[in-house]
T-cell receptor
């Protein structure tokens, strides 16, 4: 049982490049989300999905795009990378029990934009 | 605007003593409050939670206290152990929505 798998673990991009951060879960969780972690800012919600075909914006969605075509996968796309998007990105999934304690996080993708 | 705040970026405690981590929030619509623990190069993992209708929840060495009138919660770890050294995030769950709002985190260091 792999849980939540994020790839790649590390990535360096040049300003203006695009890329996709991959997230996959094998727990049949309905709810998936993307967070970014920055020093002094904690974890901030970028986008989330409550099921296949349904996505919504979080606190800091600008510059990111998501889609949810299957229950298992929730990729995060950077359309045109900027240095402000240098961060550690975490994907999480949950059974959606409505209490917040069922979140399983991936191990993160450390992204540097130069 | 930060709805969940952890005002202490770091805390250092002697092994065997009590560790107290604090968290403040502003939104009365939160229905659950949680603490997540994070080690370097790993994702956060759930530690303990408390419903907004409770004032205390205990799980082994970990106890969370909630003061709704002050919009304040705290995590007590007794006794503190070296393996407790990590970053602790306070989080709050929005009633009726699948959203968690996190604080900035507190880095706890347990000294032998």
């Amino acid at each position: 049982n792999a849980g939540v798998t994020q790839t790649p673990k590390f990535q360096v991009l040049k300003t203006g490049q695009s890329m996709t951060l991959q997230c996959a879960q094998d727990m049949n969780h309905e709810y998936m989300s993307w967070y970014r972690q920055d020093p002094g800012m904690g974890l901030r919600l970028i986008h989330y999905s409550v099921g296949a075909g349904i996505t919504d914006q979080g606190e800091v969605p600008n510059g990111y795009n998501v889609s949810r075509s299957t229950t298992e996968d929730f990729p995060l796309r950077l359309l045109s990378a900027a240095p402000s998007q240098t961060s550690v990105y975490f994907c999480a999934s949950s059974y959606g029990g409505g209490r917040g304690d069922g979140y399983t996080f991936g191990s993160g993708t450390r992204l540097t934009v130069v | 605007d930060q709805q969940v705040k952890q005002n202490s970026p770091s805390l250092s405690v002697q092994e065997g003593r009590i560790s107290i981590l604090n968290c403040d929030y502003t939104n009365s619509m939160f229905d659950y409050f949680l603490w997540y623990k994070k080690y370097p190069a790993e994702g956060p993992t759930f530690l303990i939670s408390i419903s907004s209708i409770k004032d205390k929840n205990e799980d082994g060495r970990f106890t969370v206290f909630l003061n709704k009138s002050a919009k304040h919660l705290s995590l007590h770890i007794v006794p503190s152990q070296p393996g407790d050294s990590a970053v602790y995030f306070c989080a709050a769950h929005f009633q009726g929505a699948q959203k968690l709002v996190f604080g900035q985190g507190t880095r706890l260091t347990i000294n032998p």
